[in-house]
């Protein structure tokens, strides 16, 4: 993230620059900060050899912190969940832009994302992942592969960002606009299964409460129709 004084247009003056480990993943801006979300993969490559931690801790590299102040995240600052799936490193970053000696701030979690929400308060970032169940289908039962979305919310402020929890929704998200913020619930579309082949799909839309637990759910919407897109308008999907 660079931030630049632009005052001068042609001749733009460059004010800070912060620097986070990862994959983009997206960013947003609210009011003056830019929080920005970053998905880094652990992996040691080569033979075994001593356990070495720090290839596995993120570091981040800012101008507002001198220069020979390693800004690496510490193992204990590191957020989980019991039962985790993915060992890489979920990093949501905050960072400033009207105050360039103000410093940039971080939440770091275990786990890994692909698609982001963000409402005013919040950010959710999902991701989806495969498992296993018996599906109940008359002469057709049998074990299919199944998809969850996990969720992980933060709490977004001007000068924190703070892991507020997790949950899981049957089906997989289609994209941010399948994820809505309403008062205190969130609410996101998704699908379960493939319109093709020996699987039925259906669409399914789930509402979790501030404390990220299911509330309600409407499933079998659309079966064997694939979900092209969702919208959702005040309190209607």
């Not at 652990?42 to 931690?53: L, V």
């Not at 899981?168 to 299964?193: C, H, K, P, W």
Request: charged share 30%; hydrophobic share 35%; net charge negative.
């Amino acid at each position: 993230v660079i931030v630049y004084d632009i005052s001068d247009r042609s001749d733009p003056a460059k004010l800070r620059s912060v620097t986070v480990e990862g994959s983009y993943l997206s960013s947003r801006r609210i009011g003056p900060t830019v929080y920005v979300a970053t998905s880094r993969h652990n992996t040691i490559w080569g033979i075994p050899r001593p356990f070495e931690p720090e290839p596995f801790l993120p570091l981040l590299e800012d101008s507002a912190f001198p220069a020979d102040e390693e800004l690496r995240v510490g193992c204990a600052d590191f957020r989980y969940v019991p039962n985790f799936e993915s060992p890489s490193s979920l990093i949501v970053l905050g960072v400033p832009t009207d105050d360039v000696e103000q410093k940039a701030f971080r939440e770091v979690v275990l786990g890994a994302g692909e698609d982001l929400y963000a409402s005013l308060r919040n950010m959710y970032i999902t991701r989806t992942h495969w498992d296993e169940r018996y599906r109940e289908r008359g002469t057709d039962s049998g074990w299919i592969y199944g998809e969850e979305t996990e969720i992980y919310r933060f709490r977004l402020e001007p000068d924190a960002v703070t892991f507020t929890g997790k949950a899981e929704a049957e089906g997989r998200v289609l994209n941010q606009f399948s994820m809505s913020e309403y008062g205190d619930y969130f609410r996101i579309a998704t699908q379960a299964g493939q319109a093709w082949g020996d699987e039925l799909s259906e669409t399914l839309v789930t509402i979790f409460d501030a404390d990220m637990q299911e509330t309600g759910r409407i499933d079998g919407i659309a079966p064997g129709e694939n979900m092209k897109a969702a919208r959702f308008m005040g309190d209607r999907a």
